[in-house]
């Protein structure tokens, strides 16, 4: 839009003595454009002189002239400063503040997202506990009648356990069983271990016990219990005792980490075992990364752990409290891959035993069954492997004693078996049913500390531990 002031200086526009105002005309010019005339009549003249170049009277129009651009200014919205400017400048604040208030608004969207992630993730974790089959334990089957008396085989022809073994009057949906070896078939190898606990025979002189070294496992005491959890993030953990200490820790000091949270990290010590059942820790560090899951394990003063989600396993110097040490585990699976039938993201479980340092896990080349690793103390490098035939997933919890594997059949049956066992000496695995309590039903953790000779467990928010007798070498 074109806007034109016209102001009457000659007599043209017909000014006239009579006119006391001025007046608007608005109409298209002809080239089409919308064009405004304004008409100021003059005070004094009566015609308009064709000589009129300055003086008073020409002075005024201007005024006048000027007066009208500023009133137009403001019609238009181009004024600069005054009550305008101030408006702007409001206009131009509040502007500013939205974008900040936007800003904060898709902070707290990205916050809100975080934790509905989170409580997705718990709620399938929830979903896959609550879905987790538990497997009834048969009674004991008379001599006469065969442990592999079942209609039911799974692929490639293997033997099925005789606690999946059908009954009459029950029917079993073989796809809802979570044993590996329905999705492994084909490898006669592998074993699938039976459950029942079985009379044991009294140890021959070659095996009766030998209390000054090692030996191979002949039985487990009973459970003894020392303390209950607090809250539910001790519903599984790990507890420990250094079975070859060094300053400034004594051998009598306990160590405790609940593994129950996605960002575990606290390791609490205790004087001695008084203590830990009284629930008085006297030391409380904050670990560097966090833990993942019940595999550590403590030994000459350092505590080795698997960091979350990784195969990295760290060596923590308790003396300077630091990492003294990492490395992968080579090929290991981790964070649910090959965990141990309880899941929890088990697998990888570190131990100690009379020979060193042991870590149990599984890889993708070994297809699920156990390996078992010896490693460097100081610098957690591999010393040697071995591959057994008993799947990671198939039981429930595994332990070293004198260069010897054994296995845990169940981690919810209250009398269940140690049920495998695995000699690195020799490289040769046999089934052997050893009677195993789960007083609590929930056995997370089960570790051997030979400096005390038991075993060390968490079953169900409770601290317990075994007697083991070993036979003669």
């Known amino acids: 839009m074109w806007l034109l002031l016209s102001v009457c200086v000659f007599c043209l526009l017909g000014c006239s003595a009579g006119q006391d105002r001025a007046t608007l005309w608005r109409g298209n010019d002809h080239s089409g454009r919308c064009q405004y005339t304004f008409t100021v009549p003059s005070p004094s003249e009566t015609s308009c002189s064709p000589t009129v170049s300055g003086g008073p009277e020409m002075e005024g129009l201007k005024a006048r ?18 009550p305008g400017a101030g408006l702007q400048e409001a206009l131009t604040q509040a502007m500013g503040e939205r974008i900040l208030l936007q800003g904060e608004k898709a902070r707290l969207e990205r916050d809100v997202e975080g934790l509905q992630r989170r409580m997705e993730e718990m709620r399938r974790e929830t979903e896959r506990l609550q879905s987790r089959p538990c497997y009834p334990q048969s009674p004991l089957l008379p001599p006469s009648i065969p442990l592999q008396d079942s209609g039911l085989r799974p692929a490639g022809g293997a033997g099925v356990p005789s606690h999946l073994v059908s009954r009459p009057g029950r029917q079993w949906d073989t796809g809802s069983l979570r044993d590996p070896a329905w999705q492994y078939g084909g490898n006669p190898v592998l074993q699938e271990l039976k459950a029942e606990v079985t009379e044991i025979p009294a140890p021959s002189p070659e095996g009766r016990e030998d209390s000054t070294g090692c030996g191979e496992l ?33 051998g009598k000091m306990v160590w405790r980490i609940d593994t129950v949270g996605s960002e575990v990290r606290q390791l609490f010590g205790y004087e001695d075992i008084d203590q830990l059942s009284k629930g008085f820790p006297s030391k409380v560090l904050l670990l560097p990364e966090p833990v993942e899951s019940t595999g550590a394990t403590l030994y000459r003063g350092s505590l080795y752990y ?39 993201y088990t697998d990888v479980d570190l131990g100690v035993d009379e020979q060193g340092l042991w870590a149990v896990y599984s890889t993708n080349k070994a297809k699920g069954v156990i390996v078992v690793s010896q490693l460097d103390p100081h610098s957690l490098a591999v010393k040697r492997s071995w591959e057994t035939s008993i799947r990671k997933t198939s039981v429930a919890n595994a332990f070293v004693i004198c260069g010897r594997l054994y296995t845990v ?14 000699d690195t000496a020799t490289g040769q695995g046999k089934e052997v049913a050893l009677p195993f309590r789960n007083k609590y039903r929930y056995n997370s953790m089960v570790d051997y500390n030979h400096a005390q000779r038991k075993l060390f467990a968490w079953d169900n928010f409770h601290i317990v531990s075994y007697d083991v007798r070993l036979g003669r070498q």
């Open 65 to 82: 002239l000027s007066l009208l651009e500023v009133l137009v200014a403001r019609l238009t919205g181009g004024e600069i400063g005054g």
């Open 218 to 250: 002949i039985s487990i005491g009973e459970p003894v219990s020392h303390r209950k959890a607090d809250s539910i993030a001790g519903k599984y953990g790990v507890w420990m005792q250094d079975p070859e200490a060094v300053a400034p820790y004594g």
């Open 306 to 344: 698997q960091r979350r989600r990784s195969r990295t396993l760290l060596r923590y110097d308790l003396a300077s409290e630091s990492i003294a040490a990492r490395r992968d585990l080579p090929h290991a699976g981790f964070h649910g891959q090959f965990p141990y039938s309880w899941g929890g």
């Open 409 to 422: 059949a169940s981690y919810t049956a209250a009398n269940t078996t140690i049920n495998f066992m695995f």
